[in-house]
């Protein structure tokens, strides 16, 4: 009977482990195909019309965040909620990414296309201080505006003297600002950790104090591609 009972106790300790081990597994995947759509959705719009002033912002900017297949539906969402990466940007530099997530009750558009992709050009460090804790609101704890396109002066508007964080969307070749206040934002532990293997911090990834996988590298190719464009 003892012996039984072992045996079945064994099964369970080892179904256990494997079922970790898979889960582990299943989000590296994840992780990597978060990283590898990011910067796909970099590569194609480069060649998005109206994308000069987006251009312009990221040169410029502390960090850029890309959340790639988020929504799908019509004007107005609800519930809305998608996962990303942020990258950080310092004399020239990237570093990270690390792994987030937004969620919102509605999310507004600007013109009537259909949301698949988010851009959001982070202006300022103290803005990109914010992705270093676990979550934070947009419009709260960090201005929020939908991104100018074409044309449109970028330079002189509030957002850009002081700091915050300017949305675009993207699909089906559409590039578009849109509006995100009252948006939430956090940090996804698990995936940092799943990518990295040795650490889950944000702060750490985002000042550069682990070392880039090579998805992550192809990413900042893609990113420089598009300002020097």
Same mark, same amino acid.
């Given at each position: #009977?003892?012996?039984?009972?072992?045996?079945?106790?064994?099964?369970?300790?080892?179904?256990?482990?494997?079922?970790?081990?898979?889960?582990?597994?299943?989000?590296?995947?994840?992780?990597? %195909?978060?990283?590898?759509?990011?910067?796909?959705? #970099?590569?194609?719009?480069?060649?998005?019309?109206?994308?000069?002033?987006?251009?312009?912002?990221?040169?410029?900017?502390?960090?850029?965040?890309?959340?790639?297949? =988020?929504?799908?539906?019509?004007?107005?969402?609800?519930?809305?909620?998608?996962?990303?990466?942020?990258?950080?940007?310092?004399?020239?530099?990237?570093?990270?990414?690390?792994?987030?997530?937004?969620?919102?009750?509605?999310?507004?558009?600007?013109?009537?296309?259909?949301?698949?992709?988010?851009?959001?050009?982070?202006?300022?460090?103290?803005? =990109?201080?914010?992705? =270093?804790?676990?979550?934070?609101?947009?419009?709260?704890?960090?201005?929020?505006?939908?991104?100018?396109?074409?044309?449109?002066?970028?330079?002189? %508007?509030?957002?850009?003297?002081?700091?915050?964080?300017?949305?675009?969307?993207?699909?089906?070749?559409?590039?578009?600002?849109?509006?995100?206040?009252?948006?939430? =934002?956090?940090?996804?532990?698990?995936?940092?950790?799943?990518?990295?293997?040795?650490?889950?911090?944000?702060?750490?990834?985002?000042?550069?104090?682990?070392?880039?996988?090579?998805?992550?590298?192809?990413?900042?190719?893609?990113?420089?591609?598009?300002?020097?464009?």
């Amino acid at each position: #009977m003892k012996k039984k009972i072992l045996i079945v106790a064994f099964c369970l300790v080892l179904g256990l482990v494997f079922s970790a081990q898979a889960f582990a597994d299943n989000l590296k995947e994840e992780a990597e %195909t978060i990283v590898d759509k990011a910067r796909i959705v #970099m590569e194609e719009v480069k060649n998005a019309p109206d994308s000069g002033a987006a251009y312009d912002l990221i040169r410029q900017s502390a960090g850029v965040v890309i959340l790639p297949d =988020m929504f799908k539906g019509g004007f107005i969402l609800g519930g809305s909620y998608g996962k990303g990466v942020v990258v950080a940007h310092k004399d020239g530099k990237w570093s990270g990414p690390a792994f987030v997530y937004i969620g919102a009750g509605s999310i507004g558009f600007q013109i009537g296309v259909q949301l698949t992709d988010l851009i959001l050009v982070v202006i300022g460090q103290n803005t =990109m201080d914010s992705f =270093m804790r676990s979550n934070f609101k947009l419009g709260v704890d960090a201005a929020v505006a939908a991104g100018p396109v074409g044309a449109q002066a970028t330079a002189a %508007t509030d957002l850009f003297l002081k700091g915050g964080i300017y949305s675009y969307s993207r699909a089906k070749g559409l590039f578009a600002g849109v509006s995100l206040e009252g948006a939430g =934002m956090g940090t996804e532990f698990d995936l940092n950790r799943a990518y990295y293997q040795t650490t889950s911090n944000p702060k750490e990834i985002l000042n550069g104090q682990v070392e880039t996988p090579e998805s992550g590298k192809k990413l900042f190719e893609a990113l420089s591609a598009f300002i020097k464009q």
